[in-house]
């Protein structure tokens, strides 16, 4: 057998040699809009993989498969995603249109649990986006404010001053908000549909008293 140089070839092989095991696959994508963002801003081999579940024949591999995209975590407020202390502001490269899918990634697992439990309606390869909301900066900040009574600002950055500051990794990532998040308005509509009792961003803001202390 010849050696498996990449994560994608053993993945793949993984795959080609276990279908009969598996009756129902659940697999993270990666949006595939923009050949750019895919090819070398995010994970290329996850791309790849999808491409090759996508392409293998249904009725001899997986009976049922789900494509899932998450959105991004509330929890990253607290981690990197952080305004300035000092100035209570969120100094980011987002445009004033680009909303961001945001959801509590403690929800994940009831998305998953739906598509298990219905395989014929959430499956024919089809994606599922895993999103409570769709909100930009401006609103974000009016749902922290009546919420934790603070006045959080935003004020967006110019890519070439945000690498001053940030990862180029960050710095890109979120420029997919500005040029493709924004494009399927019905995100959260979609994901209502399997679960319609996402936990909201004002009630992730009270569960975890962000900004209240």
């Not at 809009?33 to 994970?43: D, I, K």
């Not at 293998?56 to 494509?67: G, H, N």
């Not at 390869?125 to 609103?139: K, N």
């Not at 209502?192 to 975890?208: D, G, S």
Request: charged share 25%; hydrophobic share 35%; net charge negative.
């Amino acid at each position: 057998m010849l050696p498996l140089e990449s994560g994608y070839e053993k993945l793949t092989h993984d795959i080609n040699c276990n279908t009969n095991w598996f009756q129902n696959l659940i697999f993270s994508e990666i949006s595939n809009e923009n050949l750019f963002f895919v090819c070398f801003l995010l994970n290329r081999s996850k791309t790849q993989v999808e491409n090759y579940i996508r392409q293998l024949p249904q009725d001899s591999t997986f009976p049922y498969a789900t494509f899932l995209q998450t959105g991004f975590y509330y929890q990253n407020f607290t981690t990197f995603f952080v305004p300035d202390p000092t100035k209570l502001e969120f100094r980011y490269p987002l445009l004033s249109h680009a909303r961001i899918p945001l959801y509590d990634v403690r929800d994940t697992g009831k998305i998953i649990r739906e598509c298990f439990r219905h395989p014929e309606q959430w499956e024919s390869r089809q994606t599922i986006p895993i999103v409570a909301e769709q909100l930009t900066m401006e609103a974000i900040c009016a749902r922290i404010q009546e919420v934790t009574d603070k006045n959080v600002h935003f004020v967006p950055l110019p890519y070439e001053e945000a690498l001053l500051k940030l990862h180029r990794e960050t710095v890109n990532n979120l420029r997919w908000y500005n040029d493709i998040g924004s494009i399927d308005e019905r995100q959260a509509e979609k994901t209502n549909q399997i679960w319609p009792k996402m936990n909201t961003f004002a009630n992730w803001l009270r569960e975890v008293q962000w900004l209240m202390e």
